[in-house]
C-alpha cells in the first residue's frame, strides 16, 4: 500500500515536469506529419483589445489662449491684430472642456495702453499682451498661448485631411469669400477660412463669428481624434504641423501630452461659448461691450476649466 | 494499549507533505522556486522593419539606437504576452508590465490578457510564431532629441489548443513608447486588433499535389 502511494506520487510530479517541459517549448506545435495546414479561416474573431492613452494630470484647470492672428503673408504673426481670440479651459480630472469666444472687437482695459478693441493687444505688445489683457479682464491665469495665421489655419486644417462643419444659416460674403449654404460641409483649409472669418453674413457678426470660430476648433477636434484612433500614427504627423504652424508658449513635449489629452476629450463634453456682449459704438468705432453677467462665466470657468449651460 | 506507529508510515507522511508542497508550487506558476529548470526558449525578436522619423524642426535629425531600443522593448513584451508558457495557461508573467511606464503601468495590468492572449488564456497547448514586423517612427523634438515613438506590430503565430484545434492568432497593433531615464517603455497602446482564424487540418493526399484547398475535417 504504501510503496503504491510513493510511486503514485513519483508518477504525479514526473508527469507534471514532463508536461511543464513539453508545454515550456514555444517552438513547436507540430501538426500530425501527415496533415498539411489548409488555412480555411472557418472562424474569424476580431478583437478588439485593451486601449490606453497617456494624458495630462493635474489638480487644477489648464487654460491655453487661441489667437488667430489677421496677419498676411509676409507680415509678422505677433504684430498684427488678433482676428480670433479664444480661452480653452480644460478640466484634466473629468476630462471636459469649454471653449471661451472672445469677440475681437471688445472694448477691455489693456494693461498699459488704456482701453481699446481686444485685438489691438496683439499689435500693442505681442501675444504676451494679449495675454495680460485676457487675465485682466477674467481673471483666469492663462498657461499657454498659441498664435496662428491665415496660412497656418489653412496648413493644418489640410494637414487633417479637411474638417466637417455645420453651416447653421447662409453664409454669401464677399470679403471672406466664405460661399456656404446651411448643412453638413466638408471643408478644406481654404474654405475652413472662409467659414471662421465670415462675419458680414450675421446679424451679430463678430459675436456669431466668435461661435462658428469654436465650433471650428470643435470640428478639428473630431477629425484629428478620427484620425488618431484610425490610425494612431498620424498623430506624429499632426504634431508636426501644428508646430510648424504656430507660435506658442508650449514646450514641446507640453504639446505632445496636450495632442494626447485632446484623443480623449469628447467633443461632446466641450462647450463652445461666446462671452455675453452687445454691439455699440465707440465714438465712431463699433465696438462689442461686454456684459457685466461675464464675470460668472469667468468665475466659474476659472474654477472647474468648464462652463456649463450654453 | 496504544500501538506505535510504523517508522515508514510517517516516511510516507512526510514524503505526501512534500509532494504536495511541490505540486502546489508548480501550479501556482512560480517559476523561481520550481524544482527544475525551465526549459529554454529562444527570446522572441521582431523582425525590424521600416524606420522613420518625423522631426518638429525641417531638418530631419538622426535618433541613434531608439529604433533598436523599441524593437527589444516590444520583442520582450511579445515574449511575455505569447511565448511564455505562463500566458498560454494563466495569464502573462507579472515582469511583463516592467516594459510600461508608470503611467501605463495599472491600465496594462487591468488589461493585461487581452493585450495577449485575451479569451485564448487557458486554451493554448503550444504557440509558435509565424512571422513578425515592427514598424519604428520617431517623433524628434525641435532640440533634435528623440520625445516619443510608435511602435506598429504585425505578428501571427499558430498555436495549438488543449482541444486539438490549430489556430492561427493575427496580431496588428501600434503602441506609443516615450524614453524614461534611458529605456524606451510602452507608454500607451492606442490601438490592438486580434483576429483568431481555425486552421482546418488536411490530409496530404500522397504524390497528390496538395493545396487542392479540401475542406475536409472542419473544426468544430
Keep these: ?310 | 494499549m496504544r500501538r506505535r506507529r510504523p517508522w515508514w508510515a510517517i516516511v510516507i507522511a512526510v514524503v505526501l507533505i512534500a509532494a504536495i508542497a511541490v505540486l502546489a508550487l508548480i501550479l501556482s506558476g512560480n517559476r523561481q522556486v520550481l524544482p527544475f529548470e525551465p526549459p529554454k526558449r529562444v527570446p522572441f525578436t521582431f523582425k525590424l522593419g521600416n524606420t522613420s522619423t518625423v522631426s518638429l524642426k525641417l531638418k530631419s535629425p538622426s535618433v541613434g539606437d531608439v529604433p533598436l531600443s523599441v524593437q527589444k522593448t516590444l520583442s520582450d513584451m511579445y515574449d511575455g504576452l505569447f511565448l511564455d508558457p505562463h500566458a498560454w495557461s494563466t495569464a502573462p508573467p507579472s515582469d511583463v508590465y516592467d516594459h510600461f511606464t508608470e503611467a501605463a503601468k495599472p491600465a496594462a495590468q487591468q488589461d493585461g490578457t487581452s493585450l495577449g492572449l485575451g479569451s485564448l488564456t487557458g486554451t493554448i497547448k503550444t504557440l509558435k510564431v509565424d512571422s513578425s514586423n515592427l514598424d519604428v517612427r520617431v517623433l524628434v523634438d525641435p532640440a533634435g532629441h528623440p520625445t516619443s515613438a510608435m511602435g506598429l506590430v504585425q505578428f501571427v503565430a499558430t498555436a495549438q489548443t488543449k482541444t486539438g484545434s490549430t489556430i492561427r492568432i493575427t496580431r496588428k497593433a501600434q503602441y506609443l513608447l516615450e524614453n524614461v531615464n534611458g529605456t524606451w517603455l510602452v507608454a500607451g497602446f492606442p490601438k490592438t486588433t486580434t483576429t483568431v482564424d481555425r486552421i482546418v487540418m488536411s490530409p496530404v493526399p500522397t504524390g497528390g499535389s496538395g493545396g487542392s484547398g479540401s475542406q475536409s475535417g472542419s473544426g468544430s
Design chain 1, 1 to 310: 500500500m504504501a510503496a503504491a502511494s510513493v510511486a503514485f506520487l513519483v508518477l504525479v510530479v514526473g508527469a507534471l515536469v514532463v508536461v511543464r517541459a513539453k508545454t515550456g517549448t514555444a517552438e513547436s506545435p507540430t501538426p500530425a506529419p501527415s496533415m498539411t495546414p489548409v488555412a480555411t479561416p472557418l472562424t474569424i474573431e476580431p478583437v478588439q483589445g485593451a486601449t490606453f492613452v497617456p494624458a495630462l494630470q493635474g489638480k487644477r484647470p489648464l487654460f491655453v489662449l487661441v489667437l488667430g492672428s489677421d496677419a498676411r503673408p509676409g507680415q509678422g504673426i505677433d504684430k498684427e491684430r488678433a482676428d480670433s481670440i479664444h480661452i480653452i479651459g480644460i478640466n484634466l480630472k473629468t476630462r471636459r472642456a469649454t471653449i471661451l469666444g472672445i469677440p475681437r472687437d471688445s472694448w477691455v482695459p489693456i494693461p498699459g495702453h488704456g482701453t481699446d478693441k481686444i485685438n489691438a493687444s496683439l499689435s500693442d505688445g505681442g501675444p504676451l499682451l494679449t495675454v495680460k489683457t485676457v487675465e485682466a479682464l477674467t481673471g483666469i491665469h492663462i498657461d499657454f498661448y498659441a498664435i496662428t495665421s491665415f496660412v497656418g489655419l489653412t496648413n493644418m486644417v489640410n494637414s487633417l485631411g479637411g474638417v466637417n462643419v455645420k453651416v447653421t444659416q447662409p453664409m454669401h460674403d464677399q470679403y471672406s469669400r466664405a460661399n456656404f449654404d446651411p448643412g453638413t460641409h466638408h471643408m478644406n483649409g481654404k474654405e475652413a477660412l472662409e467659414f471662421a472669418r465670415d462675419r458680414h453674413s450675421f446679424l451679430s457678426g463678430d459675436l456669431t463669428r466668435s461661435k462658428n470660430q469654436g465650433a471650428l476648433m470643435l470640428d478639428a477636434l473630431s477629425k484629428f481624434q478620427k484620425n488618431f484612433w484610425d490610425n494612431p500614427i498620424r498623430l506624429f504627423g499632426t504634431l508636426k504641423s501644428v508646430w510648424l504652424n504656430i507660435r506658442t508658449s508650449l514646450a514641446a513635449p507640453i504639446l505632445y501630452r496636450l495632442a494626447l489629452t485632446a484623443t480623449q476629450v469628447k467633443p461632446s463634453d466641450v462647450n463652445n461659448l461666446v462671452v455675453p456682449a452687445t454691439t455699440g459704438m465707440q465714438g465712431a468705432e463699433s465696438v462689442v461691450f461686454i456684459d457685466p453677467s461675464a464675470k460668472a462665466l469667468y468665475a466659474q470657468m476659472k474654477r472647474t476649466g468648464t462652463i456649463s449651460g450654453s
